[in-house]
């Protein structure tokens, strides 16, 4: 039967001195309070790599890059190598020469990566070589560990390397069959992909042997990167030349990654060239701080419609 009249709930008082549950939250996540800090869970760690350095790449390689590693310091001066996938998706593992190699792309994840993680690489570290590292309950069980920036070095670089195949999987150790069995198998879903020197966090792909993509993790905050995109979008500028577009945008642990088609038969090492064009560019729309014009907030409303947020 069909209401007459429409019902609202008065919002809930407050507790003298609480926030109002259904105001934002006090730390700025953007949602209500009782849907953040003020409900009975945990609120979700919307930038989990915030304060490592290589943030960018670490949000690359957890959710662009199908086959990289770089070599983490640890705050006692420990090395471990991060790997974008381990075999079997596995979070951690100590090979016999004691290398400890830790997964970013985890089959399950709680609302905090970086303590997800931080969990698995912790037990790795004090893990026997060669045997096989049990960090208990992880990802969506609940991950009990540090976070990653308790364990790692703030002032070491972060730097990745992309390889063409998981080769690295099996450096150093005597596979079997079934191990080399696996590798060929994984190698043959593997998109190539090319990280473009001097750009930071941009990595050109090719998904077909007729589709290229350059994926770009910007460090800067949302907004003010959606607005000098929209300025670049209304001045024809947000282009990496011709035949290439501006195809959208992923959200992703906080940070935008805008995405660019590109022509698959050309090099990916020709677009450094126009990415930094592109970069130079985008930097001084970013210094810009006077209000959009109309045309540039039609263009902004263009770009939100085509950001897909990665969870």
């Known amino acids: 039967m069909a209401?007459?009249?429409?019902?609202?709930r008065p919002a809930p008082a407050a507790a003298d001195g609480a926030p109002n549950p259904k105001a934002p939250c006090p730390c700025g996540s953007g949602r209500k309070y009782k849907h953040c800090h003020g409900s009975a869970y945990a609120p979700v760690v919307t930038r989990p790599f915030e304060g490592l350095p290589g943030e960018t790449h670490w949000v690359a390689l957890r959710e662009l890059v199908p086959a990289a590693t770089a070599v983490l310091t640890t705050t006692d001066g420990r090395t471990a190598t991060l790997a974008?996938?381990?075999?079997g998706g596995a979070p951690a593992l100590v090979r016999a020469s004691g290398e400890v190699l830790l997964g970013v792309q985890l089959a399950t994840s709680s609302d905090d990566v970086s303590r997800d993680l931080g969990t698995a690489l912790a037990a790795a570290l004090e893990a026997?070589?060669?045997?096989?590292?049990?960090?208990g309950p992880i990802g969506a069980e609940g991950s009990a560990g540090p976070r990653l920036q308790e364990l790692l070095d703030p002032a070491a670089d972060l730097e990745v390397t992309v390889h063409e195949d998981f080769g690295f999987w099996l450096e150093g150790?005597?596979?079997?069959p079934a191990a080399m069995a696996g590798l060929e198998q994984a190698n043959e879903a593997?998109?190539?992909?090319?990280l473009l020197d001097g750009l930071g966090a941009a990595y050109w792909c090719?998904?077909?042997?007729d589709r290229a993509h350059l994926r770009w993790v910007r460090p800067e905050p949302e907004e003010q990167l959606l607005d000098a995109l929209a300025r670049l979008g209304a001045a024809e500028e947000l282009t990496l030349g011709a035949g290439t577009r501006y195809a959208g945008?992923?959200?992703?642990h906080g940070l935008v990654v805008p995405v660019w088609d590109v022509p698959a038969d050309v090099p990916a090492t020709d677009w450094a060239g126009p990415a930094t064009e592109l970069d130079q560019r985008l930097t001084a729309a970013l210094a810009r701080d006077e209000p959009l014009t109309a045309d540039e907030r039609r263009?902004?409303?263009?770009l939100l419609s085509r950001q897909v947020t990665l969870r």
């Open 190 to 194: 593997i998109i190539p992909t090319v």
């Open 128 to 135: 026997p070589a060669g045997n096989p590292v049990d960090p």
């Open 299 to 302: 263009s902004r409303a263009g």
């Open 173 to 176: 150790t005597g596979a079997g």
């Open 84 to 87: 974008s996938v381990l075999p």
């Open 206 to 209: 090719r998904p077909a042997t």
């Open 3 to 8: 209401r007459t009249q429409s019902q609202r």
């Open 249 to 252: 945008a992923f959200r992703a």
